[in-house]
């Protein structure tokens, strides 16, 4: 790299051209140094300068341009003082100008023609009239006495105010003619806007994903193709309306089938949302708030409807309040608390009328607004709702997944890339097609990406280029460093020198370093596994094996019917254990990849052992089903324990004795009788398209969990494509003034830092007395947490009146105060919380006041376990003050526990601790059989009450009659491993 910009710097000296580096990253080499700091000097007479170790003449016309393709880069002030930084991203309206040009030319070519000649004739005219100026100027400097006696000066005069009075009415008529095309361009400026609109819809996506990008002459081509493919009219606001409904589904169906199935319908309502706004139906500062559900710290007005309704939607609904078109809304809430009720009781809240005067008084999308507030886990269905109702049915149904499409809009020099999600494996796929357009055998090669692969990749892709094959290059992620070269071997593609036929295809997993340039002009394509017990059951009987004749007939007649009951059950699991991760951490605490080569492997081993043995053995195909083949992937003792339960279900010897053996307590689902491979395919088409939670063998509030989820999966994704204009409001202003209010408001509440040495004097290290130690470290952990938050505020405050650089991590910080969240920056430092900044700063103030209480009043009664940053601490404390006590070993305790009846409690046990603050979901405690039992419904979280934590001996704790249950600090249900040792 040195050695070539060494080279373009001297070839550039003796004619002074410039050199352009193109592509650099936010660090720039440090061989350039002494070019961007000009370090010259004279050496015999000639300016030089020292590059490495070699010095060169140095010309003063040279001229050094560096280009970088990132899209929002953030150089550090060392490196802004070197160079002049220009911002040349495309702005709306240049964009909007130039979709204009291209349309009118499509569409009126003649007037574009026209208004080009008038361009060039009116720079001819100016040329013209500044050639006359300088004649008369210079005849009036050569004249020499009189002018009025010099009659060639009188003549040249004479002929250039005739001259110039020719060209003045030229470009009077000019004028005209260009206002009349102008005001003809003028009515194709709607689908230019509209078009441009799109545009910005797309350019922020990478924020969600980093495979998700498309460039400028992608989406201008995509643009032109629309024009020339949609329906013609001469009427020209039909012909605009045709026009504007077939780009915006073009551009909906080429991006849609890139893009993960989480982000589709988030793309539908961005494009929906983003065209509302540029028409003004929706206003920016609602939309943040549906996205955020506003920022408030403390809500001092008390929530009328406790029994129902949460404390969190209170606030939104008092911040709403606030907001223009919601005047008067607290009020009328409280006035009307029935109403509100029965909205909130109502199945489908989404689909119903708001009590009056809202229902005629907000529009549609302050309705979900509204909802957003009250009912948020029917957002989804709202937006979907909204979305169909804006722009049509089409927009909510993804177009399903198109190999052959694929492959027609691509060329030989446009790569086609395959985005991974877990258990999908589209090379089975591209294999078959491959073999359908001939492209089998010597013209199909395909290799998986590893150390020491490139080179070999290299070449092949090098062969088939001048032979016409195909390459497929496999889990491109994981060559991080060949990307740069495939990035070369794909810009060096051109028409002349690539076979026709040829093709590389890429597999890869979402990566932040894949090259942007190939993916920006390739074709991407994501294939995610079917969604849904039946679609997902219809995949697995339809595909190789189930599907061979040959291997579902291929045991025994007398041993088929078990064969074929227990391959059903198994195809079930299959879907049961896919279908989970729709739950989240309900389902499964990490999702796992599980996919149909799982299901193949166990197929056929199912198949041996029936064939092999006399009895079916289900303890060792149960074993290697459940602990090696999906197991093999379960690296959580949790979860390998939830998937071994559920194998238990469909792998036991009722399966294949009972003709209709429940899957679900419902009987909905049930292995059917024993029949031919048709009848299955018959019996599975004939299932419900979606199922309920108890099919899963969990409770139905998990549907309210996993909507909850959705709606705030929707929410997190969609403020990121807002990074732009996440300040809202009116201007910079504002969002300063805001920011400064958030800052004084936080650093107002969080109280003054615990002083280390007084807690120390006051709770020293004692024996007998480990909750001193713990009380004193956990007082240094949130001093460190504090000192963060303040420190990183008050550096704001001064970045916001210009005091102090905005550096990168501050900017995040201002960025995530805005939009409500917790900034990443304090996330770092603090006990894991997925509360929004509002609760957390609520939360927080708890936890210190637990400690200050706890420092002032002594040790407390019963322990607010959820208060401590580092848990773990504090139950090691309870065993080691019980291991002192009565001199046994830690190592061999653990905790025994007893639920009390009771919510708090005012008295110490002898032995261990009372803790209090843990919440159960999934179950709920019944106080009156002291058991657990089953969730009431819509309540998703039931408060534990006081429990008795119990230190003793590990071997002389009994489980029997109790249920070992695992404790989680967040719902997220995961973590980093964190110990006391």
């Not at 001939?438 to 070999?456: C, E, R, V, Y």
């Not at 076979?499 to 995610?528: C, D, G, H, I």
Request: charged share 25%.
């Amino acid at each position: 790299y040195q050695r070539r910009v060494r080279e373009a710097v001297v070839s550039t000296q003796s004619t002074g051209n410039p050199v352009l580096i193109e592509n650099v990253g936010e660090e720039l080499d440090p061989s350039l140094e002494p070019l961007l700091l000009k370090q010259t000097f004279k050496q015999g007479g000639i300016t030089c300068i020292k590059l490495g170790e070699e010095t060169i003449e140095y010309s003063e016309d040279f001229k050094l341009y560096i280009t970088t393709k990132l899209r929002n880069p953030h150089y550090l002030p060392e490196i802004s003082v070197k160079v002049s930084l220009l911002n040349f991203m495309i702005t709306p309206e240049g964009l909007e100008d130039q979709l204009l040009g291209i349309v009118v030319a499509k569409e009126r070519p003649e007037l574009e023609e026209e208004r080009n000649a008038l361009i060039i004739q009116s720079a001819a005219n100016k040329k013209s009239l500044k050639e006359i100026e300088d004649q008369i100027l210079e005849t009036l400097s050569s004249s020499e006495g009189n002018i009025l006696e010099d009659e060639s000066a009188i003549q040249v005069l004479n002929n250039a105010k005739v001259l110039s009075n020719e060209i003045e009415k030229k470009q009077i008529i000019a004028d005209k003619t260009e206002k009349m095309i102008a005001q003809s361009r003028e009515g194709y400026r709607s689908i230019a806007k509209h078009s441009s609109v799109l545009y910005f819809s797309i350019a922020d996506l990478p924020n969600i994903d980093p495979m998700y990008q498309y460039s400028l002459a992608w989406f201008i081509n995509l643009y032109i193709m629309s024009i020339e493919q949609s329906n013609k009219s001469k009427i020209l606001e039909k012909r605009l309306r045709y026009l504007t409904d077939h780009f915006t589904y073009s551009l909906y169906k080429n991006v849609c089938r890139s893009l993960f199935e989480k982000d589709k319908l988030l793309f539908s309502f961005l494009l929906c949302s983003n065209l509302l706004k540029d028409r003004n139906e929706i206003n920016h500062e609602q939309f943040i708030f549906f996205l955020t559900g506003g920022i408030g710290l403390e809500n001092n007005i008390k929530n009328p409807a406790i029994e129902w309704l949460s404390d969190k939607s209170w606030d939104e609904v008092c911040r709403m309040s606030e907001l223009a078109g919601f005047g008067g809304f607290r009020k009328s809430f409280q006035a009307n608390i029935a109403d509100w009720k029965r909205y909130y009781d109502a199945k489908e809240p989404q689909k119903i009328k708001l009590p009056e005067p809202w229902q005629t008084k907000l529009t549609d999308f302050q309705k979900m607004t509204c909802l957003r507030c009250i009912r948020p886990d029917k957002v989804v269905q709202a937006v979907t709702n909204f979305v169909e109702e804006k722009l049509g049915r089409h927009f909510i149904e993804p177009p399903p997944f198109n190999i052959a499409t694929c492959y027609q809009d691509s060329n030989p020099i446009m790569p086609l890339i395959f985005v991974l999600s877990p258990g999908a494996d589209p090379m089975a796929g591209l294999l078959k097609y491959a073999e359908d357009k001939g492209f089998s055998g010597d013209k199909f090669n395909a290799i998986s990406l590893g150390q020491g692969q490139g080179p070999i990749a290299r070449k092949m892709i090098e062969k088939a280029a001048e032979e016409g094959s195909w390459v497929a290059l496999q889990n491109v992620h994981l060559a991080v460093s060949w990307m740069p070269q495939l990035e070369k071997i794909c810009e060096d593609f051109t028409p002349d020198k690539v076979n026709p036929a040829f093709r590389l295809w890429l597999t890869s997993y979402p990566s932040p370093k894949f090259p942007v340039t190939v993916l920006q002009n390739s074709v991407k394509m994501t294939n995610e596994p079917p969604t849904g017990l039946k679609a997902n059951l219809l995949q697995s009987f339809t595909t190789d094996p189930v599907s061979d004749t040959k291997f579902f007939e291929g045991v025994a007649e007398e041993k088929g019917q078990h064969f074929e009951k227990l391959l059903f059950s198994l195809c079930f699991f299959h879907a049961i254990v896919q279908e989970r991760k729709k739950f989240g951490p309900i389902g499964w605490n990490i999702a796992y990849g599980f996919n149909d080569s799982d299901l193949r492997i166990s197929l056929q081993q199912l198949q041996l052992f029936v064939n092999e043995y006399s009895h079916v053995p289900l303890n060792a195909v149960t074993y290697l089903t459940g602990e090696c083949n999906y197991g093999g992937r379960v690296t959580d003792d949790w979860d390998r324990r939830c998937i071994t339960t559920i194998l238990r279900v469909y792998y036991n010897p009722d399966v294949v004795e009972d003709n209709k053996y429940k899957f679900s307590p419902s009987g909905v689902y049930f292995a059917p009788p024993n029949g031919t491979y048709d009848s299955y395919v018959a019996f599975i088409k004939q299932l419900p398209p979606t199922q309920l939670p108890e099919v899963f063998g969990m409770h139905d509030n998990v549907d309210i969990s996993r909507e909850l989820q959705g709606t705030k999966l929707l929410f997190e994704d969609l403020l990121v494509t807002q990074a732009q204009t996440s300040g809202g409001g009116s201007g910079g202003a504002s969002t300063e003034s805001k920011l400064n209010d958030i800052a004084a408001d936080i650093t107002q509440k969080i109280p003054a830092i615990f002083d280390i040495e007084d807690a120390v004097e006051k709770y020293p290290v004692k024996y007998e007395e480990s909750m001193n130690t713990v009380l004193v470290q956990e007082m240094e952990r949130f001093n460190r947490l504090c000192e963060v938050i303040k420190t990183s505020l008050v550096n704001l405050q001064k970045a916001i009146k210009g005091l102090v650089v905005m550096s990168d991590s501050l900017e995040k910080v201002s960025s995530s105060l805005l939009v409500g969240k917790v900034p990443e920056l304090w996330s770092k430092n603090s006990y894991p919380s997925l509360k929004p900044l509002g609760s957390y700063i609520n939360d927080l103030v708890a936890r210190l006041k637990f400690l200050k209480d706890w420092f002032i009043n002594d040790k407390p009664n019963c322990f607010w376990i959820s208060a401590f940053y580092f848990n773990q601490a504090f139950l090691t404390g309870v065993k080691q003050n019980y291991a002192r006590k009565y001199t046994i070993p830690i190592d061999k305790l653990d905790l025994d526990f007893e639920v009390l009846a009771c919510d708090d409690i005012d008295t110490m046990p002898e032995d261990g601790a009372y803790i209090k603050g843990l919440y159960l979901e999934g179950a709920r405690w019944d106080n009156k059989k002291m058991a657990l039992a089953e969730s009431l419904p819509k309540i998703l979280y039931d408060t534990v009450p006081v429990i008795w934590l119990r230190p003793n001996i590990a071997v002389d704790i009994s489980t029997e009659g109790k249920y070992v249950s695992p404790v989680y600090k967040t719902s997220a249900r995961q973590g980093m491993l964190s110990t006391t040792g």
